[in-house]
């Protein structure tokens, strides 16, 4: 089982020819609501690549056909909470003709996470805790002290980038960071897996290159990798097993737009 205690947003969708520039305003193709958050995307890939998988974290009264989606792909909803006077977490995300994006992300029910919601039950009884930084730092906290002391092996995806990433990388055993997150990160005890773009990843001295793909939409390429790394550590593969199926996996969630590969409507 890998349990992941993270964020779940809902995505508007918007695609650009190129970025505007601060005080400039460009015209998107379209609009569209793409379900999302790091925890959420995280949580599916995990599911995808076959562990039994559990999330826990807030959604608004708006999360109900969102948290619905999820279970029905395999994710268990059940310890996530709604917060009935919030908005679920959004992001605002413009993509240009190379798939590149810019992104906003507003908290809303994310942010009032706390960490006696951190469901105890279901972060023990883990083989992998799975863990980014999209919710109160302290609650992320809570949950590696709970996978610790119960010995559950805890992956942190250190992104997005905060002040406290390099606190908390200390405390996981394996922590996941794109190149410009280990440039900041510097060295930590755990081990360190770096994803490199369309170059793949690298962890524990292997490379693993990423297959050439047509990338569309990179948003969730990171998460998906995370996701299905940490599943195939729940499952005991071997490290270089692992990665080869988290590259392979992130390099597919560049092929469809929105990071979970699925749409709401409305
Ligand atoms: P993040 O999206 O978190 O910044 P990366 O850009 O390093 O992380 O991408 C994470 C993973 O997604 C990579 O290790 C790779 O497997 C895959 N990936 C990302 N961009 C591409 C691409 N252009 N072509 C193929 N795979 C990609």
Partial sequence: ???????????????????????????????????????????????????????????GADGNSYLAGLAERGVDCAAVLVTPDEATGRAIVMVDEQGENNIVVCPGANGHVTAADVDARAVISAD????????????????????????????????????????????????????????????????????????????????VPAPEVQAVDTTGAGDAFAGTLAARLAAVAEPGQALHAAVTAGAAACCHLGPQGWALTG
Avoid: Y
Avoid at 7 to 14: E, R
């Fill in 1 to 59: 089982t890998v349990c992941v205690v993270g964020s779940l947003n809902l995505d508007l969708v918007t695609r650009v020819r190129r970025h505007p520039r601060p005080g400039e305003t460009v015209t998107g193709e379209w609009t569209r609501t793409f379900p999302g958050g790091k925890g959420a995307n995280q949580a599916l890939a995990a599911a995808r690549a076959g562990a039994r998988t559990q999330l826990v974290g807030r959604v």
């Fill in 128 to 207: 992998v805790l799975l863990l980014q930084l999209e919710l109160p730092v302290d609650v992320v906290r809570r949950a590696i002290d709970l996978a610790a002391a119960a010995g559950v092996r805890t992956v942190l995806n250190a992104s997005p980038w905060s002040l406290s990433a390099s606190e908390l990388a200390e405390l996981a055993d394996v922590v996941i960071v794109n190149e410009h997150e280990a440039a900041a990160l510097g060295p930590v005890p755990g081990t360190v897996c770096v994803t490199l773009g369309s170059r793949g990843a690298r962890w524990l001295g292997i490379h």
